[in-house]
């Protein structure tokens, strides 16, 4: 606990009434005396009005907008008692530029210092608790990145291992094997497909986690989109999709993570398609303060209400694998790239009734 009162009985009044309490006490008599405290760590600081003067204030407001963003420092100030004026108002105003501040008027009663003292101190421990579990969210985090990087990379030599002694069972040894062992065979086949495909999308899921939060140049999503069209060009022609866009806006946003967002929310409308009724894909945007939302809305089977929140979550395949295809990362993917960029991906849908995704990004 820091203290700083130049003159008076103060320093000693608080002295005496925290040393009681067992908190350990700093007394400074100017305010460079106060920073020097400061920049070893402190708890909370009890400061008396007149010894924060304007040239003092702004000594603490540089400090203060240096601090890390979950730091916030709590300051008791010791002010005049007497009749609320128009000056102490402004002094109160002026004040607040410390940010976490309390104000106690004089005559100071013990009870109320050893009262706002603890409260400070209790809340600048939380600060410290909320921001060691930032800290341990943070590592657990990059560690699960870096094993899903190191995973999708070291699994995919054993699964090339099975992959080739399977197709070299095939072609050497499947006249022999009757129509059980192909059968094996050709399960182990579709097995090593599939877990392929998890560990792409589980490297892509990696490399979304890893965007940098730092702002890009306007790129025309134009180019993205086409990008994504053509990536799909296949799909498009079997299934006889009927896809319209509107006019395509510049957003702050690298084009590749544009395009797979694109190539994943199309290829989920063309996949996700009634029986016998070809996709019907409308792609079209609005601008919302700062930000360009997009939507790509199709006629094909829905979302059930339910599943709104879930189908963003990694893994997650509300279909088996035997109707539709797919690892259940796509929509995990795109919400992890938008969110990296600042922005939101949502649906709105209804079964049987067509899905609507939108995400926004900054423009």
Request: hydrophobic share 40%; aromatic share 4%; net charge negative.
């Given at each position: 606990m820091v203290i700083l009162a130049p003159v008076g009985r103060d320093a000693a009044l608080l002295a005496r009434t925290l040393s009681a309490l067992?908190?350990?006490?700093?007394?400074?008599?100017?305010?460079s005396a106060l920073m020097e405290v400061l920049a070893e760590g402190a708890g909370a600081v009890i400061i008396a009005d007149e010894a924060l003067t304007s040239a003092t204030l702004n000594v603490l407001r540089i400090w203060l907008s240096a601090q890390l963003p979950w730091s916030d420092l709590p300051f008791i100030?010791?002010?005049?008692?007497?009749?609320?004026?128009?000056?102490?108002?402004?002094?109160?105003?002026?004040?607040?530029?410390?940010?976490?501040?309390?104000?106690?008027?004089?005559?100071?009663?013990?009870?109320?210092?050893?009262?706002?003292?603890?409260?400070?101190?209790?809340?600048?421990?939380?600060?410290?608790?909320i921001r060691s579990r930032q800290e341990a969210l943070?590592?657990?985090?990059?560690?699960?990145?870096?094993?899903?990087?190191?995973?999708?990379?070291?699994?995919?030599?054993?699964?090339?291992?099975?992959?080739?002694?399977?197709?070299m069972l095939v072609r050497d040894y499947g006249n022999v094997l009757d129509e059980r062992g192909n059968k094996y065979l050709n399960v182990i086949a579709k097995s090593v497909s599939r877990m392929d495909l998890l560990l792409s999308d589980l490297l892509s899921y990696s490399q979304a986690s890893s965007i940098s939060g730092e702002a890009v140049?306007?790129?025309?999503?134009?180019?993205?989109?086409?990008?994504?069209?053509?990536?799909?060009?296949?799909?498009?022609?079997?299934?006889?999709?009927?896809?319209?866009?509107?006019?395509?806006?510049?957003?702050?946003?690298?084009?590749?993570?544009?395009?797979?967002?694109?190539?994943n929310l199309l290829g989920n409308a063309i996949k996700y398609r009634k029986e016998g009724c070809p996709p019907t894909i409308e792609i079209f945007t609005r601008r919302s303060?700062?930000?360009?939302?997009?939507?790509?809305?199709?006629?094909?089977?829905?979302?059930?209400?339910?599943?709104?929140?879930s189908i963003f979550g990694i893994f997650q395949r509300l279909h088996n694998d035997n109707k539709y295809s797919g690892t259940g990362m796509g929509l995990a993917i795109c919400k992890r790239i938008v969110e990296r960029y600042g922005g939101q991906i949502w649906v709105e849908s209804e079964s049987e009734e067509g899905a609507r995704f939108s995400f926004s990004v900054p423009g």
């Open positions: 067992e908190i350990d006490i700093a007394v400074t008599r100017d305010a100030v010791l002010t005049s008692s007497g009749v609320p004026t128009r000056e102490s108002h402004l002094r109160a105003r002026e004040l607040q530029a410390l940010g976490n501040v309390t104000l106690i008027e004089r005559p100071v009663r013990p009870d109320t210092v050893e009262s706002s003292t603890r409260t400070a101190l209790r809340a600048r421990m939380r600060q410290y608790e943070v590592q657990a985090n990059a560690d699960l990145e870096q094993f899903a990087h190191s995973a999708s990379h070291d699994l995919r030599e054993p699964l090339r291992t099975i992959g080739t002694y399977s197709d140049e306007l790129s025309p999503s134009n180019r993205a989109l086409e990008a994504a069209l053509k990536n799909l060009d296949g799909s498009i022609l079997l299934s006889n999709a009927k896809i319209s866009v509107a006019e395509m806006p510049a957003v702050r946003m690298r084009e590749s993570h544009l395009s797979q967002i694109f190539q303060g700062g930000n360009w939302t997009f939507t790509i809305a199709d006629n094909g089977i829905g979302v059930e209400a339910a599943y709104r929140e």
